[in-house]
């Protein structure tokens, strides 16, 4: 299991669609198996993937969590910065 956090200029509701565009159906082809305004998580292939933000201060936390995806979540961090 990989558990990274990073910090976006993104609001969170652009970091959620930009990961249902990543992981979902129209990217990596998981399930989304949940979807709000701050937070997404997804499944598939034997693993799954969960990402959650929070607004502060100094921009968008974002706690990216996943379970034999750390290659492509890695990826996805880049994508956000």
Known sequence: ML??????K?????????????FG???YGLKVTEQGDSCAAFE???GEVRI???VDDK???VDLESRE???????FTDEID
């Open 59 to 61: 921009g968008t936390s």
């Open 44 to 46: 598939g292939g034997g």
């Open 10 to 22: 993104r609001k969170p509701e652009e970091v959620v669609k930009k990961a249902v565009e990543f």
């Open 69 to 75: 995806w750390d290659y492509q979540l890695r990826k």
């Open 25 to 27: 159906p129209g990217g």
């Open 52 to 54: 959650t933000t929070c």
């Open 3 to 8: 558990q990274l956090n990073t910090r976006t």
